[in-house]
């Protein structure tokens, strides 16, 4: 039987080695490594630990775990697992629970191109020290990027061939972190075979799905890490010594704070989590670089539909138990087109085949009735989404590249992004040309805004938001430095001793790929560097050195 990680917040001690802010992919990282170093290891999370079957299965269950948060205005739990940013120009998901927005993303482990890292964006030692490498070697060792090898014989997978005659490239399978076969992971964590039931996106209910929560968590608190839940933690201050992080129950902002304190504190909250808490902290006299929430980019990314075309898709996830036995549906992504541009990287882009959670399912008549543009939809009513044409429907996931040039501010002591005139970015017309001839050649109409009616409305949104906290050769160019560590102050390049940033934020540009490999790879290098800088070791005994 599977067991709870986290802790009851009344076994938090006074202090510890290392806090690790958030449990995605770099907090994740962290603990895990830091924890096999031998040190007394601490990780706050903000939303709530989800057992495997705890996820939600259909519409009111998914009600419940929705967050909209927006300005003045927000809208259910404060640790919902769909946490909703809607700004004034761009939205942002972001996920909220243990292990982060790994529970809810697509699960693909993608390698951007070489020429990503080649850009000046970059300190020049991501690439010179080749332990850039490394950190994706490691990256891959846990979380296992695999190709579904029957992906060919999908039958949303034979959609997007015929989509892909649009461009003359074909598609292949994609690499996504799913065990399709029963193992023991490398935490020691046995997970059974992927039931290929869809529901990726809305937590893998089987527990196939290699998330942070099932790999560095388990990992962490094997080697001695205490895991907390429910806490956000508001800001963070210097003291004698270290660090002192303050911090709220999630649900009970309004209520008596607590703190904790540790000699290194690892911020893993996410690119809007972690240059939040850094904007507070530095509105309570934490000297940081003026670039603190710059950068900000939404990675090119879109997600969009095509309808009426006469081939089935089957594109709509059944769940687990399964709602309706038919077709195989497959894991959240199978098969991608890959458009790599040989001569501006800016303009290549991947278009990959999606499926939405089956507890969406008795929404989507409404979506797509609602804007207008699909006759016969109503049809799905009746029929269910299953058989009527909405089993024809197909969705598209896109990322490719923008200019970065967002800004993440506080308003209201929250987050908020602000990037007047995103939706004219260049690659939003071009995703919107490639995917008009992809629905093309399947018969199909391209559908960009199904949800126009809704809160959402028509603005750009993302799930792979990056920056706010980037990498840079100094303080006059980004946030932290190569090893992750914050600079301190304006100018120079000195660093706040025992402080590092471990997420999305600290990318500094578009990666063209969706990022948990990436950010994965990097937080592993970071604890590399951390390592040889306090002569730790995580790689077999724990050899207890100094922070």
């Known amino acids: 039987m599977q067991q709870r990680l986290s802790s009851s917040a009344s076994e938090l001690k006074s202090a510890y080695d290392v806090v690790v802010v958030g449990s995605g992919y770099g907090g994740g990282v962290a603990a895990s490594r830091l924890a096999r170093a031998g040190q007394s290891v601490c990780v706050i999370e903000r939303g709530r630990e989800f057992l495997t079957g705890e996820f939600p299965s259909r519409l009111p269950e998914l009600r419940r775990e929705l967050q909209l948060n927006g300005g003045t205005m927000r809208s259910g739990s404060r640790t919902g697992l769909f946490d909703f940013r809607l700004g004034a120009d761009i939205h942002v998901l972001v996920g909220c629970g243990l292990g982060g927005g790994s529970l809810i993303n697509a699960g693909v482990g993608l390698r951007p191109d070489a020429r990503v890292f080649a850009d000046a964006a970059w300190p020049e030692e991501i690439v010179r020290d080749g332990l850039l490498d490394l950190g994706f070697t490691r990256a891959s060792a846990m979380l296992r990027p695999s190709r579904y090898p029957k992906a060919q014989e999908l039958t949303k997978y034979r959609a997007l061939e015929t989509a892909s005659a649009a461009f003359g490239v074909a598609p292949v399978a994609a690499p996504v972190v799913v065990s399709f076969e029963e193992t023991v992971n490398p935490a020691g964590v046995a997970q059974p075979a992927c039931t290929l039931c869809g529901d990726c996106c809305s937590g893998c209910n089987v527990g196939a799905k290699n998330t942070v929560a099932m790999t560095y968590l388990p990992d962490a608190r094997a080697h001695g890490a205490d895991i907390f839940t429910e806490l956000a933690v508001t800001h963070i201050a210097k003291r004698d010594g270290g660090w002192r992080v303050h911090f709220v129950p999630s649900n009970e902002t309004d209520a008596e704070g607590g703190f904790v304190d540790a000699r290194t504190v690892v911020l893993g909250a996410g690119t809007l989590g972690s240059t939040e808490i850094l904007l507070r902290s530095r509105e309570r006299g934490l000297a940081l670089s003026d670039r603190l929430g710059e950068g900000f980019s939404a990675n090119g990314d879109i997600i969009a539909f095509a309808l ?233 005994e724990a050899k207890t050195g100094t922070m």
């Open 308 to 540: 009426g075309g006469a081939a089935r898709v089957n594109a709509i996830g059944v769940g687990e138990p399964p709602k309706f036995v038919g077709d195989t549906i497959g894991a959240c992504v199978a098969g991608q087109i890959e458009l790599p541009d040989g001569a501006d990287l800016d303009c290549s882009m991947i278009i990959q085949e999606g499926v939405l959670p089956s507890a969406l399912a008795p929404l989507l008549p409404v979506f797509f009735i609602s804007g207008g543009r699909i006759l016969g939809a109503a049809q799905s009513l009746i029929k269910g989404v299953y058989q009527g044409p909405l089993s024809h429907l197909h969705t598209f996931f896109v990322v490719s590249h923008d200019d970065a040039r967002g800004r993440i501010r506080l308003d209201n002591g929250r987050a908020q992004i602000h990037w007047p005139g995103v939706a004219e970015q260049p690659v939003y017309a071009r995703v919107d040309e490639a995917l008009s001839k992809a629905a093309s050649a399947v018969g199909a109409r391209y559908i960009k805004s199904p949800l126009a009616a809704t809160t959402m409305g028509v603005k750009p949104a993302t799930a792979h938001p990056l920056g706010g906290c980037g990498m840079g050769e100094d303080t006059a160019q980004g946030v932290v430095n190569h090893k992750c560590q914050v600079f301190a102050g304006a100018k120079g390049e000195g660093v706040h001793a025992g402080l590092y940033v471990c997420d999305g934020a600290v990318i500094p540009r578009s990666i063209g790929v969706n990022p948990l490999l990436t950010i994965t790879a990097l937080a592993e290098r970071a604890m590399v560097h951390l390592a040889r800088d306090h002569n730790l070791g995580f790689d077999a």
